[in-house]
């Protein structure tokens, strides 16, 4: 009984040790489980913005401020007769098609010749015909011509850009990327006639103010880019996809887009300077693209 | 010191007590952590097939394993002149290609009438003329027109999309999916001429067994399928964009593609069914996509 009285302070003790433990253990822990996914992928995939994520991967969703994406379950169906070529017209369409697309390149020099806008508007209008999950349209195309928006997008971009090549994405992108001579000067940012900052909705906000689910929207928004390419090049106009990394809320604040809009892409839009050059880069040939069963 | 002794007992106690709950605690914490955000990711994107992830995600990197993706710095430059048009026949094919583009729409019926082979050829050239990051052109399209895989895939989509309508996805995205008339039945997986499942490739094996990072990945070969759309729609053709869940690794195995390869759409492809019909959809207005500043 001596020994245990003697023991009480020391067990006292360990008990306060192991309680101030699971103490900071559980205030590590309970950070939100967002930031440390955050964190954890930032580590992977160093040159992913945390603004490209899927907003329904890093928001906690009150389940019930989601609604159904559309009460009209009772959508007539409607016949649907699309156009239709003989053997040998469609061959020669595809290969037309073919032979137009493959002439695309991304080109960083960009003429500041003007553009009619009606243009850029047929191209945004095709775009929006792309599927997307649940036809959920989850995109807005922001157009930007003003002069001085238009220097504001280069200085959030330039800025970030630097950091990005001085700090951010390691030797080895910077490398990966010299072959196309791309640093963090991107006057085209203020040469382009227009700038198309394409911002994905990671969920939709109805008339009443609740949320509905935008399934796919990384993907919705990237195949309506894909769209949106086609059809730049199909009206003589170039541009060069970029992602520029951790530009994406500060964009969205100057372009004043709501929160559950986040950036995918940004492409400055125009004919090609006279000087234009590409790296003289060569496509995979189609046996490495494609199998065949 | 008596109070004290009596005590021991209860402290003895506790102590074992919080011991104990430490040590379950870190049980729970120390699984995987790519496995705890596997979970967490479920829980926010049910939608998402584990096997749509980037890999650079989830799989764990040797740095030196990973070589700069081209050897190729000094890549020369070469003058660009892109086909240039009037602004009148720019505003005219600008136009010309909306309207094409329109009337694309999601086919769930379609033909098994033949379609030329070259025809597809010309569509998964178009399809890989896309940008891609780094241009490490991260796609791999899988033309299956032997009718007994074609089965097979169907038996696999089936066996697993009733699964998912039954127990995944939720009473309220199968809600949001009934105005489209869909359900595990995928008879269109038999019928249609072609299936195209085109895999992105989570990273690169060059010829001496290195990886090569595959920067935006997914982004990259969704844009890709945008083009791939356009040019079936170009060509007079139809489809329905698909990501069947969880069938991704089935389906890798079955068409015998390596793992660095995920699947990232199924897209049946064919001329329309005479009788084909489609949900009486509208897409949104240029104002309701579109911000001009």
Redesign the interface.
């Known amino acids: 009984?001596a020994l245990?009285?003697v023991?009480?302070p020391v067990?006292?003790l360990?008990?306060c040790l192991?309680?101030g433990?699971?103490f900071l253990?559980s205030r590590e822990?309970s950070r939100t489980?967002g930031k440390d996914?955050e964190a954890?992928?930032l580590d992977?995939?160093p040159?992913?913005d945390q603004d490209l994520q899927?907003d329904?991967?890093i928001?906690e969703?009150d389940e019930d401020e989601?609604v159904?994406?559309?009460e009209?379950?009772?959508?007539?169906?409607?016949?649907?007769?699309?156009?239709?070529?003989c053997?040998e017209t469609?061959?020669q369409?595809?290969?037309d098609?073919?032979t137009?697309?493959?002439?695309?390149?991304?080109?960083r020099f960009i003429s500041p010749e003007p553009v009619?806008?009606?243009?850029i508007?047929?191209?945004?209008?095709?775009a929006?015909?792309?599927?997307s999950?649940?036809?959920t349209?989850p995109?807005?195309?922001?157009?930007?011509?003003?002069p001085e928006?238009k220097h504001q997008v280069r200085l959030i971009v330039e800025k970030e850009e630097e950091v990005n090549y001085r700090q951010r994405m390691g030797d080895?992108?910077v490398?990966?990327?010299?072959?196309?001579?791309t640093n963090w000067i991107k006057e085209y940012l203020d040469v382009a006639p227009y700038l198309i900052l394409i911002f994905k909705q990671t969920y939709g906000i109805l008339p009443n103010g609740k949320k509905e689910?935008h399934?796919?929207n990384?993907?919705s928004v990237?195949?309506?880019?894909?769209?949106?390419?086609?059809?730049l090049?199909?009206?003589?106009?170039?541009t060069?996809?970029t992602?520029p990394l951790n530009c994406g809320p500060q964009l969205r604040i100057l372009?004043k887009?709501p929160a559950n809009e986040k950036l995918?892409?940004l492409l400055p839009v125009g004919?090609?300077a006279a000087?234009?050059?590409?790296?003289?880069?060569k496509?995979?040939h189609?046996e490495d693209?494609?199998?065949?069963?």
Chains 1, 2 share one sequence.
Not at 100 to 107: A, E, F, G, I, T
Not at 121 to 126: H, K, M, V
Not at 139 to 146: A, E, G, K, L, Q
Not at 289 to 293: A, D, G, P
Request: charge should be positive.
């Open positions: 009984m245990l009285s023991l009480t067990l006292a360990l008990l192991v309680i433990f699971v253990r822990t489980p996914k954890s992928k992977f995939r040159w992913v899927d329904t991967e928001t969703r989601w159904d994406n559309d009209e379950d009772d959508l007539p169906h409607v016949p649907y007769s699309p156009p239709r070529y053997e469609m061959l369409r595809s290969k098609f073919y137009l697309m493959n002439q695309r390149r991304s080109v009619p806008k009606e243009v508007d047929n191209i945004i209008l095709t929006g015909t792309a599927p999950g649940a036809h349209e995109w807005t195309f922001v157009v930007v011509s003003d928006t080895k992108w490398h990966d990327l010299a072959k196309f001579r689910t399934y796919y990384e993907i990237s195949i309506s880019c894909g769209i949106l390419l086609a059809s090049q199909n009206a003589g106009l170039v060069v996809t992602t372009l887009r995918l892409m004919y090609a000087a234009a050059t590409v790296p003289d880069l496509r995979k189609l693209i494609m199998v065949h069963v």
